[in-house]
């Protein structure tokens, strides 16, 4: 099973507070992806010891310039959840990251997903 690590973003996805995931895939990696597929989800790489804790299916997957990115994916993206729980990415709130993404013209593949299962044992 193919799988996807959500690193910091990992907690809207347990809240079920996240339905996109953005990535810097060479189109060769992604076309392993297909809508439809179940993918299991990480909470970091497991090169660096990441578990699994859930089981997402991929509702759509697509190309987007970021700086093309909807309004609607700040919260899709689990961003005003992070917020309110004050989780940073390297010192930087979900706000500076998403108005550095708004300024970069180059393209990145969009994940859209459903959560199809938690793993139990991972949310303890």
Not at 4 to 30: H, L, N
Request: with cysteine.
């Amino acid at each position: 099973m193919m799988i996807i690590s959500f690193a910091w973003t990992t907690p809207a996805v347990k809240a079920r507070r996240k339905g996109c995931t953005r990535r810097e895939w060479d189109d060769d990696y992604a076309s392993r992806f297909h809508v439809g597929d179940q993918v299991q989800g990480y909470d970091k790489n497991p090169r660096n010891g990441g578990k699994p804790f859930c089981i997402i299916e991929i509702t759509a997957l697509y190309k987007e310039r970021l700086c093309d990115i909807p309004m609607a994916d700040w919260d899709h993206e689990g961003f005003g959840y992070l917020t309110g729980i004050k989780v940073t990415l390297k010192g930087l709130m979900p706000i500076e990251i998403w108005k550095s993404w708004k300024k970069q013209k180059y393209e990145v593949w969009v994940v859209r997903f459903r959560i199809i299962e938690h793993l139990t044992q991972a949310l303890q």
